[in-house]
């Protein structure tokens, strides 16, 4: 059976080739084809264009992506186009996730809201006055209660997050938990708390295990993964 365009071959270092100018067109040219529909479903603020060259930009930049189904890597710029979100990867608004799919026998790209996504969608919806996003670290005073009378209360120490003791660790042990609140206009608020228990829980049961540490924001960047985790169930609710 021969290789499919769009599955890069390994390179000599054990690591993936750069994308083939094949597969790289072949996106293109299907983006293209796509582009007045894209164009129908973005909001003003947005052009086709920027789309278009955002999505190009992440597939070049993410190896996993290259292995996957262009066909699922339209369909995801299609919907960002459609919620009105930049592909700006796994920090950022929107992303599209590498994953093997049984059904068709390789790889597609599964479109996720970012949390600064769904951070954006609810400024979009006049109805939200603050969003604020806090790690918890070992040193800082910090509690919070469920229920009818629930409150949130977090006083960071003056001496500043405490050093890292054992950084073989896959997730900083100077840190207790993190959280996100949502403080509505006419008063209300929402929020939820995560501790680093359930951070990691998290992590184990969604992160890709294929997603190599060159490439996974939960080894270069865990604290803005773990305040992710906490504002995205509390967006789903609010």
Request: glycine share 6%; charged share 25%; with cysteine.
């Amino acid at each position: 059976m021969s290789t499919p365009a769009t599955t890069p071959a390994p390179a000599k270092n054990g690591t993936l080739a750069k994308p083939s100018n094949s597969a790289r067109n072949e996106l293109i040219k299907m983006l293209d084809d796509c582009k007045p529909q894209i164009a129908a479903a973005l909001p003003k603020f947005l052009t086709p264009e920027r789309m278009i060259r955002m999505a190009i930009t992440l597939f070049s930049r993410t190896p996993m992506l290259q292995e996957c189904n262009v066909i699922s890597i339209v369909g995801g710029v299609i919907q960002a186009a459609e919620l009105g979100l930049e592909l700006t990867g796994p920090l950022g608004q929107a992303y599209l996730v590498p994953r093997y799919n049984k059904k068709i026998g390789g790889k597609e790209a599964v479109f996720q809201v970012g949390y600064r996504g769904f951070m954006a969608l609810a400024v979009r919806s006049g109805l939200v006055a603050s969003q604020p996003l806090r790690i918890v670290y070992t040193n800082d005073a910090f509690e919070y209660r469920y229920g009818t009378e629930h409150y949130i209360n977090h006083i960071p120490s003056e001496e500043g997050p405490p050093e890292i003791g054992d950084d073989s660790l896959d997730y900083p042990d100077n840190v207790r938990a993190a959280y996100a609140v949502v403080k509505l206009k006419d008063g209300g608020f929402d929020f939820e708390v995560m501790t680093v228990a359930q951070v990691r829980a998290h992590r184990r049961k969604f992160c890709i295990d294929s997603f190599k540490n060159d490439f996974n924001p939960w080894v270069t960047s865990w604290e803005a993964m773990a305040l992710k985790t906490p504002y995205r169930k509390l967006a789903k609710r609010i």
